[in-house]
């Protein structure tokens, strides 16, 4: 056997272009499992704490012989988000017939009577009865106004037209509108305003996207649904035409 054949193998040197390929590929990979699992997880967590929260309300309130967790040796989460929907189905379906309708009456009247709750309570009815109700328009145009001042723009909801002592005060200007300028990341806060109706861009974009762009900082940006539906078709010409 000759030197040669003895002389140590030499291991092959990875060049720095492909270590760094293949870093790059990892960090790829991580981030599209990031972008993945981060909304699934996310939901998930936010939905199991609703349960619990809920579930710590209702069932320190049913008695003891309803309880499943009295006989079986382990708790049953959302049991009294169970309970809670039937609840208030059947509130509803009591309140729908005469004698529901009276007895809510009678309890309006009473609170009516009291001179800070009457306050709360009509405002909180309000707000349900607006935001619940499937009739009503309210937020269902997403639109861009000129805030705070000439030649800066804002995302807003479109809430109503102006009503009311508002709409009396400003009677002989411009037809106003009410909006909702939210803020970012949190468009549950804002602020109402009332701007002319002239003045006001209407977006093709649905409420969803707005509040989507909002909470985004602009980072999540929808198409136009006609711009949308082009990419999709191109995508199955493409795919078809590859197979």
Not at 38 to 46: A, R, V, Y
Not at 90 to 104: D, E, K, V
């Amino acid at each position: 056997m000759s030197s040669d054949d003895m002389s140590p193998e030499i291991p092959p040197v990875i060049e720095p272009k492909r270590r760094h390929r293949f870093a790059t590929r990892l960090r790829n990979y991580f981030l599209t499992g990031l972008v993945i699992a981060g909304p699934i997880g996310i939901t998930l967590w936010l939905t199991w704490t609703f349960i619990h929260w809920v579930d710590s309300w209702v069932k320190p309130v049913l008695p003891t012989a309803y309880s499943p967790e009295t006989y079986l040796p382990f708790s049953v989460p959302g049991l009294g988000l169970i309970v809670a929907v039937m609840v208030l189905t059947l509130l509803g379906f009591l309140a729908a017939n005469f004698l529901g309708r009276s007895l809510l009456s009678f309890g309006e009247s009473l609170v009516n009577r009291m001179p800070l709750v009457r306050n709360l309570y009509s405002g909180l009815k309000q707000i349900f009865e607006t935001v619940l109700d499937e009739r009503g328009n309210s937020f269902k145009k997403a639109a861009l106004i000129e805030y705070p001042r000439k030649g800066l723009w804002a995302v807003v909801f479109i809430s109503t037209e102006t009503r009311g002592e508002i709409a009396r005060k400003l009677e002989g200007t411009a037809e106003t509108v009410a909006v909702f300028l939210p803020t970012t990341p949190n468009p549950t806060s804002g602020f109402l305003l009332f701007v002319p109706k002239d003045e006001i861009i209407e977006l093709n974009m649905s409420v969803e996207d707005a509040a989507k762009l909002i909470i985004s900082a602009g980072l999540v940006n929808p198409e136009l649904p006609e711009i949308a539906a082009a990419q999709q078709t191109g995508k199955k010409v493409l795919e078809s035409a590859a197979v």
